[in-house]
């Protein structure tokens, strides 16, 4: 399906070889109108001025007070907008909207060890979640055993403990993996943690070719520039990330091996734009390593999906997802010569902003919340997780969890913004905003593409520079007041009673470290040296590591042994310590 | 008065660090010399540092949840280095049941979510004079 035979230019149309919505005696009548409402906001200002001085968004970015016809007369219906379904998708990817699948309630979770996190699943399953997102502690995320120097006092803190495939048979003990997918938030270890996934789903006789389907994070270069969870020098990584994008194409069809995550560059404190454009130049710079490492851009760009933030500000987020559609549409079609549709789609995950809520009077943090997930479901994400109200103070609780999970349901069954697709498009201010997001985003492209390159740009500390500059900025105005926070600089409640979290004991490491001990006790130690020293020699040479990562899992390597293996070739990275 | 050595510190595997570089920058805006450690630092590490570095006060940032383990680490450690006059603080996401057991351990304050810098500026200028 395409848009077919667009009308000619008209005369007026062809000087900026766009089409407009509008005829030109409208606009001049709205443009007189225009005027005389300019001058009696002024008149009403000049007798009672404005009740605060700053209106523009969380981002600091200046909006409109007012968006009328021939401001936007320019946007072209069909070239910038379209119709759901149809390049370049402005609204929307799935021509039938939310009628013909709701977006993937999948809520992060993991904790504790995997029978801890393995209860909590099936908890979220039992209560209509339809999809899993696994949390997984600092040491997995960095390569670490539980048993490590690093490790102490983070085991199962942040996360759910996996240290080998032993710990990963009983977080999905019970769950079938051909029936649900699965995302994991993992990045300088994803091929291990990939490879544990895929022998759990062998282990319980899934057909991976046709039935398993998830989500891997993978996304290095953010790390680098946002959440810092690297192990391996920018280069040798992103050689970890295109030998899985080879792997899946092959063995994994339906696996997303990347999730190109602007969610962390938001909460380390960018702005609305800035997380657009430095997420999408990653999403770029994965393309071209791997065209670079010779894939067609076809087998593997399908596979690529995104991960977005959603913050406070209502309109400028959904502009945000609106135009992220567009822009990689284009990029995909014009940068790249994609020519298969689904290359040019931009599938995103979206989650609510954790650094949006407040420690203070947490409650509210249910109405922040709710404002985001409306965003990103009027923006037409593909699937959302919902901050719980304790998720600032603490993993949240059952009962807190629960509550996030139905706010996705009661915006899905009762508030009846599903019934439409993209209702916004079309809005004067909307597609104003879509428009600045869109052109703010080539700007950005174009000094990156300067430094030579997402990976160049980062060793040069430039997008850290530009999100550490954005936070500091909020973090004045919010201490000036000019930015509130209900609760925190404002309305402030002055005896608040403590609220109950959920409380990790340090003592579950024991736990975690004698099961490990257990393990490393079972298994066939000639298997374990065998399939390290081939996971060494083929990670120094050109050889796909992917396959020899999973020789490794399945001898029950450790997520640690594995990754030593790795940095006794790739080396470590370490950041200057800049600030 | 400003111009004190201040350490900011990351101890653990903890990658957020969007507010241990707001305060460092903050502090050296209102004039304290301030030197920031970088990421994932072992209690040693910081300790050795802080040492070193000759500074008046540590401030450690930490959001991953394991304060109680690392943090009495870092001064106990200091203190084995004749370093116990050091003035050690914290911030992060501390759960307010810890809070007495760090103060116990030598952690002088601890900074929640939504504090302002300036109340850091001032608590440093009152405790280092």
Known sequence: MTIKDPPTLTEDEKETGRRSF?????????????????????????????????????????????????????????????IPGEFPYTRGIHPSG??????????????GTAADTNERFKYLLSNGQTGLSVAFHLPT??????????????????????????DMEILFAGIPLGDVTTSMTINSTAPILLAMYLAVAEQQGVDIRRQVGGTLQNDILKEYIAQKEYIFPPRPSMRLVTDQFAFAAEHVPRWNTISISGYHIREAGSTALQELAFTLRDGIEYVQYGLDAGLDVDD?????????????????????????????????????????????????????????????????????????A??????????????????????????????ALRT????????????????????????????????????????????????????????????????????????????????????????????ETLYISDDLAAEQVGFLNETR????????????????RGSAGDENTMPLIVDCVKAYCSVGEISDALRDVFGAYEEPAVF | MAGHRILIAKPGLDGHDRGAK???????????????????????????????????????????????????????????QGADDVLVFAGGIIPDRDIETLKEAGIDAVFLPGTHTSDIVDYLNERLG
């Open chain 1, 22 to 82: 509008y005829n030109d005696e409208s606009l001049v009548v709205l443009s007189a109108a225009r005027e005389g409402w300019e001058t009696a906001t002024r008149e009403a200002f000049d007798k009672r001025p404005p009740w605060k001085t700053d209106f523009t968004t969380v981002s600091s970015m200046e909006v409109p007070h007012l968006v009328t016809p021939e401001q936007v007369a320019d946007i072209d219906p069909i070239a910038d907008i379209g």
């Open chain 1, 98 to 111: 939310y009628r013909g699948k709701s977006w993937t309630m999948r809520q992060f979770a993991g904790f």
């Open chain 1, 141 to 166: 995320l960095y390569g670490y055993d539980s048993d490590h120097e690093m490790s102490k006092g983070e085991v199962g803190k942040c996360g759910v403990a996996i240290d080998t495939l032993a």
């Open chain 1, 300 to 372: 593997f760009a399908p596979r690529l999906s995104f991960f977005f933030n959603s913050h406070n500000d209502f309109f400028e987020e959904i502009a945000k997802f609106r135009a992220a559609r567009k822009i990689w549409a284009t990029v995909m079609r014009e940068r790249f010569g994609a020519k298969d549709p689904r290359s040019w789609m931009c599938r995103f995950h979206t989650q609510t902003a954790g650094c949006s809520l407040t420690a203070q009077q947490p409650y509210n943090n249910v109405v922040r919340t709710t404002v985001q």
């Open chain 1, 374 to 403: 409306l965003a990103a479901v009027l923006g037409g994400t593909q699937s959302l997780h919902t901050n719980a109200l304790d998720e600032t103070l603490a993993l949240p609780t059952e009962e807190n969890a629960r509550i």
């Open chain 1, 408 to 499: 996705q349901q009661i915006l899905a069954h009762e508030s009846g913004v599903i019934n439409t697709v993209d209702p916004l498009g079309g809005s004067y201010l909307v597609e104003e905003l879509t428009r600045r997001m869109v052109d703010g985003t080539f700007d950005y492209f174009r000094k990156i593409d300067d430094y030579g390159g997402m990976v160049e740009a980062i060793e040069a500390g430039y997008p850290q520079r530009e999100i550490m500059d954005a936070a500091f900025q909020f973090q004045r105005a919010f201490e000036r007041g000019v930015k509130k926070m209900v609760g925190v600089n404002d309305f402030v409640l002055e005896d608040e009673l403590p609220m």
């Open chain 1, 521 to 536: 006790d079972k298994r066939d130690a000639g298997a374990v040296e065998r399939t390290l020293d081939a996971l060494k």
């Open chain 2, 22 to 80: 707001i305060v460092a920058r903050a502090l050296r805006d209102a004039g304290f010399e301030v030197i920031y450690s970088g990421l994932r630092q072992t209690p040693a590490q910081v300790a050795t540092a802080a040492v070193q570095e000759d500074v008046r006060a540590v401030g450690l940032s930490i959001l991953s949840g394991a304060h109680n383990v690392l943090l009495p680490e870092i001064t106990e450690l200091l203190a084995a």
